[in-house]
């Protein structure tokens, strides 16, 4: 199960494992006061480009849609590792291939 941040203003910050299908919190648990969920550092990276839903129909197609979104994973990857000019340098080479695609 994920864990969310929320902020409670009396009560500060705080953490609550919860499901994905669950409602967020708007009550504090402690003070009853209400509370804003924080939105988690690891969401918010930016999936840029296309290459992902081509639906092209033909040989080699389906090859190259994989091919493309391994390029992409690569993007992503960098990003995550924090290697921002990795990704950089590693999402135009990936552009330059959906274009060629
Ligand atoms: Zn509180």
């Known amino acids: 199960m994920p864990i969310y941040d929320y902020k409670c203003e009396e009560c500060g910050n705080f ?3 919860q499901k994905m299908s669950e409602p ?5 648990p402690t003070c009853g006061g209400e509370v804003k969920r924080i939105i988690s550092k690891n969401i918010g990276i930016v999936f840029k480009g296309s290459g992902f839903y081509k639906t092209d129909s033909g040989s080699g197609v389906k090859d ?3 091919n493309l979104n391994n ?3 690569k993007d992503n990857q960098a990003l995550l590792d924090g290697d921002v000019k990795g990704f950089v340098e590693q999402s135009d080479a990936t552009a330059k291939k ?3 695609a």
């Open 24 to 28: 967020a919190l708007t009550e504090c």
């Open 64 to 66: 190259r849609i994989r």
């Open 15 to 17: 953490e609550k494992m």
């Open 98 to 100: 959906v274009l060629e």
């Open 71 to 73: 390029e992409r994973q």
